[in-house]
């Protein structure tokens, strides 16, 4: 796709708080266009995040509706954030656009929540449990295929061993821990990963128990990023069978905040919960 056309969560961002800026600043399309130096077809598309701006261009822009500084750096951020190459670029190819986006938002994510209702967070997953994950995809992928996706998957785990770790906080259904990936010895492999996983100072999981009903706050499996600190853009991914949803509606996202919060209350605690993970373990 041309630089005219793709749209990333980061150009849409910048492109809502312009055309909310300029609403603010009582112009039209055609005045701001004017005043801009751009036609109204153009800052149109700015706004609707499928046109790409030069840093220098965004920097005209927000210098012309006077932006407060700290606004201004946000902006200036998400914008470098967008152009910047990454590993996420070799697998063009094989996944949609939307999961490279969530690749590039998870690679400058300064903290992820996320709760799994079915699977172990690709986050947190084993390459065997991995590759039996793929294996059971519709339609049924070629080896060598599936090597690339298990890979492309492991490489989104960087942003947990770098020296500043993104921060992780998770919470797993035991229906989760308790379905069989790929065989026992899979599971019990990806069980102890976990384990491991949840003693990181930057990662707190948590376990939402079978005999728990947590009510009105169990919306089902999702991953909320936030980018920045303090945070300048947020976003709900959630998956469905045939690709991936992104919410970027701020109300959206202040919903999710409130449902993990009220999760994580039902859900057990840090150290009950690894003693759920090692009973599970004896058993499987």
Same mark, same amino acid.
């Given at each position: 796709?041309?630089?005219? !056309? ?14 909310? =800026? ?11 266009? &004017?005043?801009?130096?751009? &036609? ?9 995040? +499928? ?15 006077? +932006?407060?500084?700290? $606004?201004?750096?946000?902006?200036? !951020? ?15 190819? =094989? +996944? ?7 690749? &590039? ?11 799994? *209702? *079915? ?11 991995? %590759? ?15 090597? %690339?996706?298990?890979?492309? %998957?492991?490489?989104? /785990?960087?942003? =947990? ?5 993104t921060s992780l906080e998770v919470v797993l259904d035991e229906a989760v821990l308790r379905r069989i990936r790929g065989g026992?010895?899979?599971?019990? &492999? /990806? ?8 003693? /990181? ?29 303090? !945070?300048?853009?947020?976003?709900? $991914? ?8 992104? $919410? ?6 202040? /919903? ?11 859900? =057990? ?16």
């Amino acid at each position: 796709m041309s630089e005219a !056309t793709l749209s990333t969560t980061r150009r849409r961002k910048i492109g809502r708080v312009l055309r909310q =800026l300029r609403e603010e600043s009582g112009y039209t399309l055609k005045t701001a266009g &004017s005043r801009l130096e751009r &036609s109204p077809s153009s800052l149109s598309q700015i706004e609707n995040g +499928v046109q790409w701006l030069r840093l220098r261009d965004l920097g005209f822009i927000l210098d012309r509706y006077n +932006v407060p500084t700290d $606004l201004r750096a946000a902006l200036m !951020t998400l914008a470098e954030q967008d152009r910047q190459p990454g590993w996420w670029d070799a697998y063009k190819d =094989l +996944v949609t656009p939307e999961a490279l986006d969530r690749a &590039s938002l998870e690679h400058d994510a300064s903290r992820i929540i996320s709760t799994e *209702t *079915t699977f172990i967070p690709g986050l947190l997953q084993t390459e065997s449990y991995a %590759r039996a994950v793929n294996f059971t995809r519709v339609p049924v992928r070629p080896d060598d295929v599936i090597d %690339r996706y298990v890979a492309f %998957r492991l490489a989104r /785990q960087k942003i =947990l061993r770098r020296d500043r770790p993104t921060s992780l906080e998770v919470v797993l259904d035991e229906a989760v821990l308790r379905r069989i990936r790929g065989g026992r010895q899979v599971m019990r &492999s /990806q069980l102890r990963r976990l384990l491991n996983e949840s003693e /990181q100072e930057h990662v707190l999981l948590q376990v939402l128990p079978l005999s728990v009903d947590p009510g009105p706050a169990y919306v089902g499996q999702f991953q909320l990023t936030e980018l920045g600190n303090p !945070t300048i853009l947020s976003t709900v $991914l959630t998956d469905h069978f045939t690709g991936q949803w992104i $919410l970027e509606d701020d109300k959206d996202i202040y /919903q999710y905040h409130e449902k993990f919060t009220d999760l994580r209350t039902s859900a =057990l605690p840090e150290s009950p919960s690894r003693e759920l993970i090692n009973r599970i373990i004896s058993e499987t």
